[in-house]
Each structure stands twice: as structure tokens, then as C-alpha cells.
């Protein structure tokens, strides 16, 4: 139904916009104009409200600085205020504990929540909830990392233990986007490169929601992992076509299923059907080089249905049929330097240099491949 599927755009525009827009318009000119060379990250001791906390500081714009916190949060410090809210310290920086972070998220949500601990998260929830989401988000991850590992994928043990946060209904996650300040309406889950976290809500039936929620989990294993940086430019094709990736539920199963048909996004799926011929490249091509120069697809609400649908054919049918492009793809985008634009151009000659073969030639194997899908 459109506005389930309208949930999730936003969303994921929701992150793009608050994080690699962010980084892509506000810090990255300094250093495209080489004004200021990246020294490396820095601990310092930062203000934040009343409290000094210690941190990692990334990198400066002529506006601000940014500033990792140890609990994984992005933090800006605005250059007017550098020298009174951050001060170069000789600690050592260090993440903070899952204990840390659990006892810092029981003071912040209160008694009316469970903070739940697994191998790799912290799952605020009411009260009383049991074990389903924990698991849920366990499992995600688990086949996250597998599936990624298994195609060569560079797959790192992440920093941070991540946050998810499950609120008791849709008006009591909204509340709590106002209060983060995340500007977004009509969404059943987000992952929030800012904070770090997933927050979704438990107000509805759980299988309407279990797509965004395993698309939002895999943002956040990306992000997490190194699959992605959560500094650098990601061409939102591959970010995007990740987490429509593992939208279904086969693919998130112990041992993913064997049969191609249960691994392929059906929305996605019916909407190129819908919207394009797949017999020929045709109509494929143009969109595979609108996507592989820019992310402007993304932001134009005629358009973002599409982009959507063309980011998952392309990073499925590598998953699926090239898992040495799809490795190459992530490992070369994963690893650029922060905080540079990556320009249309570059862009372009990267990915053929990648999948060695022009984006014409690659367009016309990935129709193929659309068509001949169950
Ligand atoms: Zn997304």
C-alpha cells in the first residue's frame, strides 16, 4: 500500500538528508578545496547543553566542527564557539561500554522502559516486551554480516554497541523524533546516522512494519560494520539498494533461503515491472546512469519509487550474479576519504573501472537478469 511504502522513502531520505547531506554540502567544499588537510581524528573534551563530554574530533568546516562522542553520536560545534566548548585533551578516546551506554539509556528513557542487552545491541522497549524484538534485531544483523562475508564484503567488529529503540506507539515515536529533532512525518522506523539508532514503534501489526524495520537494521549494521562510512559520500544507490535488499524476510532467516524468488524485494520487483519494459535495457540504462552519476533521484518525490526499485535490481543482481563487484563496490565506497564530494564524473569512471564494463553493457546484463526472475 503507498503510504507503508511512502513510510519508508521518507525515512530513508530522513537519513540521508540529516547525515550525508549534511556532510556532503557543509564540510565537504573546505576540503574539495583543499584549504584544510585532514589531519586525522583528535580527542578533545566537548560541551554539550551543560556537560563536557569527551570525543573525537573529526574534521572542521568553516561553520562548525564535527565531533564523534563516545557514545557514537555526531555532534556539531559551531565555529564561533570552538574556542570556549572544545579543548584538545591528552585521553585516550575510548567508545563506551555496553554497561555505560545501558545505564545512560535507563536514566534517559525511565522506568516505564527495559534497556535489553544481546551480542550486539541495546533494545530500549516498554516494559514487559519479551524477547521478540531483541532477537529481531540479533537476527537481522547476524544475516547481515553473514551474507555480506560470505561475498567478500569487508565486514569489521563495530565501535559502538548499537542503539534500537522501540516506542509503545506511532505518536510516542514521533514525540521522540521532535525531541532528537529529526524533522520527518509518517514513518513506521528510521535509522538515524546522527544518534546511531533505529527507533521504530510497536503500535501496529508487527508484518507491516517488519520490512522498513529489517531495511532500517540493515542501514544500521552497514553504518556500523565499515560496509559504509558514516563520513564519507556513499552513493545513495548502494546505500539504499543495501536496505531494500534486506527487506524480505527470507533473506534475514538463519541460513537464507536457497530459492531466488524468496530473496527478491516484490515491491521492488513489481514496480520496475509496473513502470519499465525489462525485456530490453531500453528504459533500464537511462536510470542505471541517472543513479550511478548522482543521488538527485532520491530526493524528487516523482522519482524516488524508482530510484528505490532500480538501487535494490542493481546491488541484488550483483549480490546475486558478480559477488566480486558486488565486494569491489562496497570495499572501494566504504574506504574513500571522509568528507569529499564525490563528484558525477568520478563517480561514473569508478564504477566502470569496478565492474569493468561500461554502464550501457551493465544496464543490458541487469535487464537479463530482471527478466528472467521468477
Ligand atoms: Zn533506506
Known amino acids: ?53 569527551t570525543g573525537l574530533h573529526l574534521i572542521d568546516s568553516s561553520t562548525e566542527s564535527l565531533v564523534m562522542a563516545r557514545d557514537g553520536w555526531l555532534h556539531t560545534v559551531a565555529a564561533d564557539s570552538r574556542q570556549t566548548k572544545m579543548q584538545p585533551t591528552r585521553k585516550r578516546f575510548e567508545p563506551a561500554s555496553a554497561m555505560q551506554m545501558r545505564n545512560q539509556l535507563r536514566a534517559e528513557f525511565g522506568s516505564d522502559f527495559d534497556v535489553v542487552a544481546t551480542q550486539n545491541f ?129 533473506i534475514n532467516s538463519a541460513g537464507a533461503s536457497q530459492r531466488i524468488g524468496e530473496r527478491v524485494n516484490a515491491e521492488s520487483m513489481a514496480h520496475l515491472r509496473k513502470t519499465m519494459t525489462l525485456r530490453s535495457s531500453k528504459d533500464l540504462a537511462g536510470w542505471v546512469q541517472r543513479l550511478v552519476d548522482g543521488d538527485e533521484a532520491f530526493r524528487d518525490p516523482v522519482e524516488v519509487h524508482t530510484a528505490y526499485s532500480v538501487a535494490w535490481a542493481m546491488m541484488f543482481y550483483l549480490s546475486e550474479r558478480d559477488n566480486e563487484g558486488f565486494a569491489d563496490i562496497l570495499n572501494f565506497t566504504a574506504t574513500r576519504p571522509p568528507f569529499e564530494t564525490y563528484r ?24 537479463r537478469f530482471l527478466n528472467d526472475l521468477p
Open 1 to 53: 500500500m503507498y503510504p507503508t511504502k511512502l513510510r519508508r522513502w521518507h525515512s530513508a531520505m530522513i537519513r540521508t538528508c540529516s547525515a550525508l547531506v549534511l556532510l556532503a554540502c557543509c564540510w565537504t567544499p573546505v576540503f574539495a578545496n583543499g584549504l584544510q588537510p585532514f589531519r586525522g581524528p583528535q580527542p578533545v573534551r566537548f560541551l554539550v547543553g551543560t556537560n563536557w563530554q
Open 344 to 367: 558525477r564524473g568520478q563517480r561514473r569512471i569508478d564504477f566502470e573501472r569496478i565492474m569493468g564494463t561500461d554502464t550501457l553493457t551493465f544496464a543490458n546484463r541487469l535487464a
Open 122 to 250: 541495546l533494545v530500549v522497549q516498554p516494559r514487559g516486551r519479551g524477547d521478540r524484538w531483541p532477537e529481531m534485531f540479533e537476527d537481522c544483523h547476524r544475516s547481515f554480516v553473514d551474507f555480506m562475508t560470505k561475498r567478500g564484503v569487508q565486514v569489521r567488529h563495530g565501535r559502538f554497541p548499537m542503539v534500537a529503540v522501540v516506542l509503545p506507539d506511532a505518536r510516542a515515536m514521533y514525540a521522540e523524533l521532535d525531541r532528537l529533532k529529526i524533522d520527518v512525518s509518517r514513518v513506521s522506523g528510521i535509522y538515524a546516522n546522527r544518534c546511531n539508532r533505529v527507533m521504530t514503534h510497536d503500535g501496529g501489526r508487527l508484518a507491516s512494519i517488519a520490512a522498513t524495520v529489517r531495511h532500517e537494521a540493515a542501514h544500521q549494521s552497514a553504518f556500523n560494520t565499515g560496509v559504509h562510512s558514516r563520513v564519507n559520500d556513499t552513493p545513495s544507490w548502494i546505500t539504499e539498494g543495501v536496505g531494500q535488499m534486506f527487506e524480505p524476510a527470507a
